[in-house]
Structures are given as structure tokens and as C-alpha cells.
């Protein structure tokens, strides 16, 4: 080792002899790893299939939806519930409420062990805020209300079982009954334990929202299929949903023309072998039934939700 130069008074030592190569040899390259190439997503075409139309009756109260079970049908208006024979067509009974009151617009109900479980909500109010109502289908009565307040997904339309839970629709409005901040594109679907607390939910894909715009799904329920069915507010149209197996956007993989205008309905749990549903159509005031073609899942990531 020996001094070679002096700077600031400061010896600065030159390395000579076997250690100067250790810091003269070539500099250690990486090598640059291959480029990772990125499929593009291709989204899933959705099937267009027709359902049959197999019978008709008359029904007044038939404005927002349709209940059914194994003898009857239930027809919804907002605080009117109507109860009719399948065989015959004649009215039995109804509940109401009076107009204008602490029931103001129930826009679905479902069927289930003996109870009419309806979804109910303040629209046109606003902020938003929903309750379920529960009326027993054999005296017309009400039995039980679950109210779940103010609710930032939105205004509370339809519900079903699933599992030892609940899935349930939430809709947001462009215009009347709506928020500025939050458009019809914020409608969605919840889900919820057996005591209505949220556990998770999905996203609807544009291909459903921009065909719902300016409302969003009235009616929706889950199929023999375990597939999610919706219906919108207005077109003759049931869009099929799929799980996705990873994500939060539904997938839609089929949509149903259906000679009804938009709304709610109710598949017929009774004979899921035919795969029937009720629906309503407005402008007739009358209850259509139809036979739904079967829809196959060609998406490999599109899964049942049971």
C-alpha cells in the first residue's frame, strides 16, 4: 500500500498489489427477465333466448309485482296486496294499508313457509330508507316488520333466500326518487346473514346497468339454476347473472325476452322441473305466466351461486 497523493492535508491511499483486482474486475450484469405478455379480457356474449308464454289473468293490482305459491298468486301495488286462486283466477282476499301511510310502496314479495316477505321502501322520498314486511298469505295479515333505516346502497326492491341468508337488490334512480351523487350506474346487489347483516355483495355489469338506465332492477330472484334472474323497469327483458369466481362484477350470460313490461316476479318453487315464472305486465294489469328456456354456463368463470 502506498500514499499517492495528499489532498486537504489528507493522505489518500492508492491499493496496489493482489487486492487492486477485487474492485477493478467487470461489473456483474442481470440478466433482464422476459416479458410477461397480458391476455386481453374477453367478455362473455350473452345468449339470447325467448321465453313461452302459457297463461294470463286478469289482475287490477298487478302495478309493481307478483308473489306466488303452490295454490295462489299475489298481486302488489304499493300498500296493496291481492290474493287470487291459480286455478280459477278469482280474487280471495287482500291486504292494505292506508294511502300515503307508514307503508308507501312496496315494489316485491317473496313466498315463503306460509308468509308473503316483502320489500318495502319511502320512494319517491329521499334519503333512502327501506323495511322488510312480512303478512301471513293464508289470513291476509300483517305479522312482523324488520326496518333497516337509512341505507347507502340504495332503496330496498326485492330479496331471496340464500343459504341460511338473504341476497337483496338495491336501486338507485336517475331523477325522481334518486340522489344527485349516486345515479342509477350505483345500483347493486347485498348480502346478508339471517339477521339482515351485510356479509357481502356484487356490482352489476354496464352490459345490464345501461339497458335498466334511467331506473334499475324491479324484480329479482334466483333460479332452479342457481343463477340470479333480474328484470328492469321497463323492457320486455330478464337478464341472467352468473358468480363471478373472482371479482366484484356480476357476470351476465343470458338475456330472456319476456312480454312483460319490466317489474317484478316470482318463480313458481312449486314445480322447478318446468322452470315457470310469474310476471306482471302494467299496461294490461294482468299476471302473465311463462316457461324459461334453460341457459348454459360456457364462461369458465361464470359459477351458480348454489
Given at each position: 500500500m502506498t500514499i499517492v497523493a495528499l489532498r486537504h492535508g489528507l493522505a489518500v491511499l492508492g491499493v496496489t498489489g493482489a487486492f487492486a483486482g477485487d474492485f477493478s474486475g467487470q461489473a456483474h450484469a442481470q440478466t433482464m427477465?422476459?416479458?410477461?405478455?397480458?391476455?386481453?379480457?374477453?367478455?362473455t356474449v350473452p345468449q339470447r333466448l325467448v321465453a313461452q308464454r302459457e297463461r294470463e289473468y286478469v289482475a287490477?293490482?298487478?302495478?309493481?309485482?307478483?308473489?306466488?305459491?303452490?295454490r295462489h298468486f299475489y298481486a302488489v301495488v304499493n300498500s296493496l296486496i291481492a290474493k287470487y286462486e291459480r286455478a280459477t283466477g278469482e280474487r280471495l282476499g287482500y291486504?292494505?294499508?292506508?294511502?300515503?301511510?307508514?307503508?308507501?310502496?312496496?315494489?316485491?314479495?317473496?313466498?315463503?313457509?306460509?308468509?308473503?316477505?316483502c320489500a318495502n321502501s319511502n320512494f319517491p322520498e329521499t334519503p333512502m330508507?327501506?323495511?322488510?314486511e312480512v303478512i301471513d298469505s293464508r289470513t291476509m295479515s300483517h305479522v312482523a316488520s324488520h326496518s333497516l333505516g337509512l341505507t347507502e346502497e340504495g332503496s330496498l326492491t326485492f330479496f331471496d333466500r340464500l343459504g341460511e341468508g338473504w341476497m337483496a337488490g338495491f336501486a338507485h334512480y336517475d331523477g325522481e326518487g334518486g340522489h344527485t351523487f349516486k345515479p342509477a350506474r350505483f345500483s347493486g346487489i347485498a348480502l346478508y346473514d339471517g339477521l339482515w347483516r351485510r356479509t357481502g355483495g356484487y356490482a352489476l355489469p354496464a352490459t345490464v346497468l345501461e339497458?335498466?338506465?334511467?331506473?334499475?332492477?324491479?324484480?329479482?330472484?334466483?333460479?332452479?339454476?342457481?343463477?340470479?334472474?333480474?328484470?328492469?323497469?321497463?323492457?320486455?327483458?330478464?337478464?341472467?347473472?352468473?358468480?363471478?369466481?373472482?371479482?366484484?362484477?356480476?357476470?351476465?350470460?343470458?338475456?330472456?325476452?319476456?312480454?312483460?313490461?319490466?317489474?317484478?316476479?316470482?318463480?313458481?318453487?312449486?314445480?322447478?322441473?318446468?322452470?315457470?315464472?310469474?310476471?306482471?305486465?302494467?299496461?294490461?294489469?294482468?299476471?302473465?305466466?311463462?316457461?324459461?328456456?334453460?341457459?348454459?354456463?360456457?364462461?369458465?368463470?361464470?359459477?351458480?351461486?348454489?
Open positions: 427477465p422476459p416479458r410477461i405478455e397480458l391476455q386481453a379480457y374477453e367478455a287490477p293490482e298487478a302495478r309493481q309485482g307478483v308473489a306466488v305459491d303452490e291486504w292494505s294499508s292506508p294511502r300515503g301511510g307508514l307503508i308507501r310502496h312496496i315494489n316485491s314479495c317473496l313466498s315463503d313457509q306460509g308468509k308473503l316477505w330508507a327501506s323495511s322488510v339497458r335498466m338506465a334511467p331506473h334499475a332492477a324491479s324484480g329479482g330472484a334466483f333460479g332452479p339454476d342457481g343463477l340470479l334472474y333480474l328484470m328492469g323497469h321497463d323492457l320486455p327483458e330478464l337478464y341472467v347473472l352468473a358468480k363471478p369466481s373472482m371479482g366484484p362484477v356480476l357476470i351476465h350470460v343470458a338475456t330472456i325476452e319476456m312480454d312483460v313490461a319490466g317489474q317484478a316476479f316470482s318463480w313458481d318453487k312449486t314445480d322447478r322441473a318446468t322452470r315457470r315464472i310469474f310476471a306482471i305486465n302494467r299496461p294490461t294489469g294482468s299476471v302473465r305466466v311463462f316457461s324459461i328456456p334453460e341457459v348454459i354456463l360456457s364462461d369458465r368463470d361464470a359459477r351458480p351461486f348454489f
